[in-house]
């Protein structure tokens, strides 16, 4: 008699942990990412009325302070609707195209108008300056750059990405 064989591990349950993982690493980045553009939108005025994570059909959702929170059931994404993202059209603009519909560009004016209602006016995107636009626009790259700089990444890779003087000769080596 030998030794007992021991049961196999294949690594499934560390898997579908690890995937766990890397989706929620991901939908805590989106998170992240999608507040670097809401709070500066709502400090300069301007009307948010939804931030979401995931897209397709609403899992749960909750509306405080006049915008709407929500988790959705695909995990591909999130965004942030903020209210008058395009500005009304210059007067005499073409309206229809050929077969008589509204242009896409059209219609996504009259969207974003109808996000504004009455008296809201000042709180639409387009009325900020250039550089609170900017602020807003880039809120959300810059807090996944601050991400990337401020969370530890694997102790390993820091390491061996920095040469170590040896401890006798004091040249540099890798570790």
């Not at 579908?16 to 989706?23: A, N, P, R, W």
């Not at 210059?90 to 109808?114: D, F, Q, V, Y």
């Not at 790259?141 to 006798?168: F, I």
């Amino acid at each position: 008699m030998g030794p007992r064989p021991r049961p196999r591990d294949d690594g499934s349950l560390m898997s579908i942990l690890g995937i766990l993982f890397l989706v929620l690493g991901l939908l805590i980045s989106v998170g992240i990412h999608e507040l670097g553009h809401m709070i500066p939108a709502k400090k300069f005025g301007v009307k948010v009325s939804q931030y979401f994570i995931g897209f397709g059909p609403t899992l749960w959702s909750k509306k405080a302070g006049g915008t709407e929170y929500g988790i959705k059931a695909l995990p591909l994404g999130g965004f942030v609707k903020i209210a008058g993202m395009i500005p009304p059209g210059r007067p005499g603009r073409k309206e229809l195209n050929r077969r008589g519909k509204l242009t896409l560009a059209e219609e996504a004016r009259r969207e974003s108008a109808s996000e504004i209602g009455p008296g809201e006016e000042t709180r639409a995107f387009w009325q900020l300056s250039a550089p609170k636009k900017l602020i807003v626009m880039f809120g959300g790259p810059l807090t996944n750059l601050v991400l990337v700089l401020r969370v530890p990444g694997d102790r390993r890779m820091r390491d061996r990405a920095s040469p170590k003087p040896h401890r006798r000769s004091g040249k540099s080596c890798r570790a």
